[in-house]
Nanobody
Framework: EVQLVESVGGSVQAGGSLRLSCTASGFTFDDTDMGWYRQRPGKGCDLVSYISKDGTPSDSVKDRFTISRDNAKNTVYLQMNGLKPEDTAVYYC??????????????????????WGQGTQVTVSS
C-alpha cells in the first residue's frame, strides 16, 4: 500500500519559517519524482515545488521555498522561509509525476502526480 505521510503544518507569523516533511512507503522512493502542491483559500491548486528522482529541484516560489529529498529516509522536505499571509494554504505531498497539470475537484487539490498525501494546513498570520 502506498502511503505519503505529511508532517503537521502549523501556524506562524509573517516572516517566519516552517519545514514540512513527507515520508513515503509502498513504492521505490529513489526512483520517483516528488512534489509539493498547495491549495490556498478560494484559489486553485498550484505546484509549489518539484524534485526529480535524480534530485534536481524546481521551486516556483523563488528564493523562499526549497525542496529537498533524503532517499535514505524516503522523505521529501519543503523548507519555507519568509512566509507571507498569502502562503496560507493546505499543502500536499505528491509522488510520481505524470504531467504538469493541476485542478480542484470537490474542493480538494489534484494534479498530474500518481500518489497524494492527505494535506497539511499552514497558516501565516500578519
Amino acid at each position: 500500500e502506498v502511503q505519503l505521510v505529511e508532517s503537521v503544518g502549523g501556524s506562524v507569523q509573517a516572516g517566519g519559517s516552517l519545514r514540512l516533511s513527507c515520508t513515503a512507503s509502498g513504492f521505490t522512493f529513489d526512483d520517483t519524482d516528488m512534489g509539493w502542491y498547495r491549495q490556498r483559500p478560494g484559489k486553485g491548486c498550484d505546484l509549489v515545488s518539484y524534485i526529480s528522482k535524480d534530485g534536481t529541484p524546481s521551486d516556483s516560489v523563488k528564493d523562499r521555498f526549497t525542496i529537498s529529498r533524503d532517499n535514505a529516509k524516503n522523505t521529501v522536505y519543503l523548507q519555507m522561509n519568509g512566509l507571507k499571509p498569502e502562503d496560507t494554504a493546505v499543502y500536499y505531498c505528491a509522488a510520481g509525476r505524470l504531467g504538469w497539470g493541476s485542478w480542484v475537484s470537490e474542493e480538494k487539490c489534484y494534479g498530474d502526480f500518481h500518489y497524494w498525501g492527505q494535506g497539511t494546513q499552514v497558516t501565516v498570520s500578519s
